[in-house]
T-cell receptor, first 111, second 113 residues
Framework: SQQGEEDPQALSIQEGENATMNCSYK?????LQWYRQNSGRGLVHLILIRSNEREKHSGRLRVTLDTSKKSSSLLITASRAADTASYFC???????????FGSGTQLTVLP | NAGVTQTPKFRVLKTGQSMTLLCAQDMNHEYMYWYRQDPGMGLRLIHY???????AKGEVPDGYNVSRLKKQNFLLGLESAAPSQTSVYFCASNTPRGNYGYTFGSGTRLTVV
């Protein structure tokens, strides 16, 4: 089962615009993470937010977490063509911090 | 470069054949994981390990076996491949110390015909 469900499934924007992706999950978590996957490649970790945090920044990335609504959002500011990729949220839980992934958002940034 | 290495990168199997996917990490991570990714979907956990000599089932373990004889290696075996196991397989590792993201390998693309 997919713990995280992401919205939208696909997003197309112009270079320089901001991109916002949302993620909802179902159960309690240790932390929530966002990953990027370029076509045909492995996943790259972008940012992690703990369950007791509400907002976190890293460069052009801003993540929010609302545990009462079991939701998170990822904002990419001033997008670039190189940001074109699939973005996945993943929730960590369990003794080995197993990650459960959402189905992803395909972001296309047009030059 | 430090990281997670998967071999092979590509493989085609006939139904009923067996094979082993190898994952090696050089970061001294305790935790290791095997995921599969099907088209248009996120990753699903097959098996994982919290240390040398230990393994546990994930969400979709049927048809797979794993072994962790050495801390740096995590092997995924398919005893009798089926077309439903056509997928891209990703290995990842993590440390229980602190809150860090996973380090993923580049994947193995497996086709079962």
């Amino acid at each position: 089962s997919q713990q995280g469900e992401e919205d939208p499934q696909a997003l197309s924007i112009q270079e320089g615009e901001n991109a916002t992706m949302n993620c909802s999950y179902k159960t309690s978590i240790n932390n929530l993470q966002w990953y990027r996957q370029n076509s045909g490649r492995g996943l790259v970790h972008l940012i992690l937010i703990r369950s007791n945090e509400r907002e976190k920044h890293s460069g052009r990335l801003r993540v929010t977490l609302d545990t009462s609504k079991k939701s998170s959002s990822l904002l990419i500011t001033a997008s670039r063509a190189a940001d074109t990729a699939s973005y996945f949220c993943a929730t960590a839980s369990g003794s080995a911090r197993q990650l459960t992934f959402g189905s992803g958002t395909q972001l296309t940034v047009l030059p | 470069n430090a990281g997670v290495t998967q071999t092979p990168k590509f493989r085609v199997l006939k139904t009923g054949q067996s094979m082993t996917l190898l994952c090696a990490q050089d970061m001294n991570h305790e935790y290791m994981y095997w995921y599969r990714q099907d088209p248009g979907m996120g990753l699903r956990l097959i098996h994982y390990s919290v240390g040398e000599g230990t393994t546990a089932k994930g969400e979709v373990p049927d048809g797979y076996n794993v072994s962790r004889l050495k801390k740096q290696n995590f092997l995924l075996g398919l005893e009798s491949a089926a077309p439903s196991q056509t997928s891209v397989y990703f290995c990842a590792s993590n440390t229980p110390r602190g809150n860090y993201g996973y380090t993923f390998g580049s994947g193995t693309r497996l086709t079962v015909v």
